[in-house]
């Protein structure tokens, strides 16, 4: 009798052991699937943001419709900020920079509302360096105004290097 129990014992250990298994077989590999798909789904996801990445100065991107030539205002007013601060005129290089950022604003806005962030994303260092400079003139300090419009420079002229230099047919 006792060798029947123990049989029976071992018996009933070996099918919940092999159930257990069976079952813990079938649960991982219906995961497998599952897996792969939010493999494909991060894949996807970093594919499209590439692209986006990609496109935004080229292609149907948010600056899409921006060229060099739009951004010959910004430039301006930065080159009359330089030779007012030249003649110690920080007030016209004060103004020249507000006008600059506003031209910027202008910019984000014609891109369209569902743009404009991604836009101002794109400007944010060369209003920056703007906001920089005004603050260095209000608290007086026309050299390093100076140096700061030098960085203002470089980082309009990083964003319009991506740009293409004036759409075909337009004569600005």
Same mark, same amino acid.
């Given at each position: 009798?006792?060798?029947n129990r123990a049989l029976i014992t071992i018996l009933a250990t070996t099918v919940l052991a092999t159930t257990v298994l069976?079952?813990?077989i079938a649960f991982v590999v219906t995961q497998i699937p599952l897996l792969d798909q939010q493999a494909v789904a991060q894949n996807a996801t970093a594919s499209t943001t590439n692209q986006t990445a990609g496109n935004q100065t080229q292609g !149907? !991107?948010?600056m899409a419709n921006l060229t060099q030539a739009d951004f010959e205002l910004v430039r301006?007013?930065?080159n009359t900020a330089r030779e007012s601060l030249q003649t110690n005129d920080t007030t016209a290089a004060y103004d020249a920079m507000n006008t600059a950022g506003s031209e910027l604003f202008g910019l984000a806005n014609d891109q369209g509302e569902q743009n404009m962030e991604a836009v101002m994303q794109q400007f944010k260092p060369i209003q920056d360096s703007i906001g920089s400079i005004?603050?260095?003139l209000r608290n007086g300090d026309a050299a390093n105004a100076l140096q700061q419009l030098n960085t203002a420079d470089e980082e309009l002229f990083k964003l319009t290097q991506q740009l293409p230099p004036e759409e075909d047919g337009e004569g600005e």
């Open positions: 009798m006792k060798s069976a079952t813990t !149907g !991107g948010p301006d007013n930065l005004r603050d260095t």
